[in-house]
């Protein structure tokens, strides 16, 4: 953890988290399933057509449900939101694969891919379907699009169980991505001290904070990680890998996140105070930077984009993003850094639709 840059934040949650634990587990109902204390299932959520009455559209969403001997805190993953985001979906794969249920105190629920539709077509952003990106669909509906129909199930089965939430994400198809993890926290997020020190447990070389102040922040074309801010569970996004890839550092990388978090919140051993704060201390404190917060630079143009930054750095305002070309090589625009921050990720090109943002900027601690 680190102190100096947030002396406020104290161990005292993680001793709440921790205290209490070490009573027989439960069984756990996921969607329909009973899972029974130290034993691990496979389940499948299916979920309808959307309107569509052909049954070759009909879909479902794979969950592996792991529950602990011990009682413990419901920790829910989830992968593949996005379809061509391959990181987290072969990430979760590797990390699942030698979990034990006798070892664990608690219960993991971990979604291996969200988005069956976007993962079968290789559609990036969108349900090939229906044309709804996933996550902007948020609650879902129980009778809705297919996409809204995933939401619904992953918010009433998967997040309405958790008591902390991971969302896990990379750069999508033609998206460069610098490393981050997202931390949300404000008024009406859930124990931000909590999402932090598992955030900082990734060991990710950037950390970037999200205050949810207003309801109309949650509601506004709901993600999945605001819906877990919505049911109060601590929450955090996580980030690696760029332009659809499935680099086994950046699958790696996740991985040993994965697992430094279920440590961290007592899920795996050490689970002791001590061992996890020197956990922290080798592993979570190191040179990370922080931020408050994102902005967009959006384009004004549809035609091919000509990008000048395609990797995590410092901009200043006013420094050359990139330039807009119309179909026939003319130049449209030149796009141009509103304010200063870190380049996190954004478009590598050529294709750009007009109003689409071509780069998002992480603000700097004041």
């Known amino acids: 953890m680190n102190f100096k840059t947030y002396p406020w934040v104290s161990i005292v949650s993680f001793c709440i988290l921790l205290a ?17 204390e130290g034993s691990r299932e496979d389940i499948i ?17 794979p969950v592996t ?20 985001e391959y990181n987290s979906i072969l990430a979760t794969e590797k990390w699942l694969a030698n979990i034990d249920p006798s070892t664990l105190t608690g ?23 229906d044309r709804k990106n996933l996550n902007r669909s948020f609650p879902g509906k129980e009778d809705g699009t297919q996409t809204e129909q995933i939401a619904w199930n992953l918010s009433n089965h998967v997040i309405a169980k958790a008591d902390f939430v991971i969302d896990l994400h990379s750069g999508d198809g033609a998206e ?22 598992v955030a900082e447990g990734f060991n990710f070389p950037n950390i970037v904070t999200y205050k949810m102040n207003t309801q109309k922040q949650v509601d506004t074309r709901r993600s999945l990680n605001r819906q877990a801010v919505a049911h109060g569970a601590p929450t955090i996004l996580v980030e690696i890998g760029e ?16 697992e430094e978090a279920t440590r961290i919140l007592g899920i795996t051993s050490p689970s002791t105070i001590n061992n996890s704060k020197a956990a922290l201390t080798s592993q979570g404190a190191s040179a990370s930077r922080y931020f408050e917060g994102t902005f967009s630079v959006s384009v004004n143009f549809s035609g091919l984009w ?18 807009v070309k119309d179909y026939f090589g003319n130049t449209v625009e030149t796009v141009i850094a509103p304010e200063s921050g870190f380049a996190l990720y954004g478009l590598s090109g050529p294709s750009v639709k007009q109003g689409q943002s071509i780069m998002t900027i992480a603000k700097e601690v004041k």
């Open 20 to 36: 209490g634990h070490g009573a027989s587990a439960k069984d756990i109902d996921v969607a329909g399933t009973l899972v029974a």
């Open 45 to 61: 959520i299916p979920v309808g057509a959307g309107g569509n009455n052909s049954a070759e559209l009909e879909t479902f969403i």
């Open 65 to 84: 449900v792991i529950n602990g001997v011990k009682s413990g805190p419901v920790l829910a993953t989830i992968a593949g939101v996005h379809g061509y």
């Open 107 to 129: 219960t993991i629920i971990a979604v291996r891919v969200a988005h069956i539709p976007a993962f079968e077509e290789k559609s990036i952003y969108v349900n090939p379907h």
């Open 176 to 197: 460069w991505l610098a490393g981050f993890v997202g931390v949300y926290g404000g008024p009406l997020s859930s124990n931000y001290n909590q999402a932090m020190l």
């Open 243 to 258: 332009n659809g890839s499935k680099k086994e550092e950046h699958v790696n990388a996740m991985v040993k996140g994965l």
């Open 306 to 323: 000509f990008p000048e930054i395609t990797t995590g750095q410092f901009l200043k305002k006013g420094d050359t993003l990139g330039v």
